[in-house]
């Protein structure tokens, strides 16, 4: 058997197609095996156990959103049955029960594979913090796999299967994602219950979610997030569906006097490209001073959340302090030379600097950041253990301190070929906005996903169904998600259907005139191109207003699409190529926008 991307649309459609959960979980156990990485897993499930579970899910059921879907979870969140360890050995002790979240996703009918490694006690955004071994980093052995979550990060990252889960506190489901070129969802604190989740800090721990992409990652939140009345800290936010980014966004960056990348300016060229896409997409750039959220992710590991952490492990700190890694022992009992008033002059500063960044804050609907500031090697942390790992979290730590959500997504890509990634923050209940955001940014920057050899195209979202009352459109330019127009077809109500390719058979043109450029494309006999689109679904009582305001040449006729379908869209009269520059050759309006950028 061929192996299958292991993304939600392409297993989807193979188990619409007649592919079986056992062949799945023979291809996972394959990967694993060829991978040969014993560090990833603290705990890897019996195969045999695993085919039982997939034979027991029965006939394909697609009603149960993660049907055959495999995962894996990091150990430090309780499987039935199963150890957890927190990467302690002397800590283990067997799960009576799923973890709340584990039991959503096993009710939507996930295959766990198994429990992966993690700086032990979660402490940590290295990776490399464990008695079970440092797992290698996905795309370079030699790079810190990432941590806390190092295990889930890397499994997501060699594509061994389609989700993981971690947890974060201070970066650990977003540094990895960004060290192994994938995407980590951070949600809303109190969206993902902690049930059955050994605690770093309990007031800041969400358990987060690495995925191949997007997409992916905001269906599994959307199936994980179930409110649990008996975790103190859950809190209610609707879960809203994955729509388009909406226009004209206002988007925080830090600002040139405290951006920070510790040299490395192929990081910042990185970082820099990606907020361009934003901007080109229709974002306002909006320069911000981070000074503030650089001192609020200094006290993380200050005052009362070191204390937190302590509390964990008090006892096991008193009767063998030996069974803790001595990094972890050395950060964590420093709480041991603080008082409850250190405790509390801790709360009262963090209110303080909360007030002095709400201004900033409040002038912008996000924040984009880079999710690392530069990159370290495993050889790196074995010179200087604390260092790397403090700089790792520059634009993590204040996070959950300011009870703002998140996710970390593949950007552009660096001119060494390491991997891009930016994180894009908002208040609380806004995972929705920056996962949207961060489809856009995905899209804009198509790239293999992870460490495998699947393309984004693998990736695709399944086409929703169009309603009756409801046309499809294809859109090439500007109309496409992100880019300045498309508020004319949100604002109608439309919703984005699919990304798709024409046939071959058109000429693409930047259309004489402007500013603003215009695409045109131009069916011809011969000689033709595949351009890139999207296509929309627009409710037909707004067809005939949205159509009022195209302007000559261009105007809606039949677009011919790759699989021989066709579908309405925007064409060009032949006269509209006089004068225009012929973009055939890039067959993408995105890639003309960067090029000119």
Known sequence: MSAIALTLPSLRAAYAAGTSPREIVEQVFAGIAAVADPAIFIHLLDKAEVLAAADALGAYDPTRPLWGVPYVIKDNIDAAGKPTTAACPAYEYVAAEDAFVVAQLRAAGALLIGKTNLDQFATGLVGVRSPYGVPRNSIDPAIVPGGSSGGSGVAVGHGLVTFSLGTDTAGSGRVPAALNNIVGLKPTLGTLSASGVVPACRTLDTISIFALTVTDAYAVFSVASAYDASDAYARRFPTRALTAAPARLRVGIPDAGSVEFFGDSVQADSFARSVDALRQSGAEIVEIDFAPLYAVARMLYEGAWVAERYTVIEDLLKTNPDAIHPVTRKIITAAEQLSAADAFRGIYRLAELKRLAEPALAGVD????????????????????????????????????????????????RSDGRPGSVTLLAPAGADGLVAAVAQGLERHFPHNLGATDWGFADAAPMAPAIEADEMEIAVCGAHMTGLPLNGQLTSRKGRFLRAVESAPEYRFYALAGGPPKRPGMVRVSSGGSAIKMEIWALPRAAFGDFVAGIPSPLGIGSVVLADGSSVKGFICEAIGAEGATDISHLGDWRAFLAQQA
């Open 366 to 413: 996000l924040l984009c950041v880079p999710t690392i500031p530069t990159f370290y090697s495993v050889a790196d942390l074995a010179a200087d253990p604390i260092g790397p790992n403090s700089r790792l979290g520059t634009y993590t730590n204040f996070v959950n301190l300011l009870d703002m959500c998140g996710i970390a997504v593949p950007a552009a890509r």
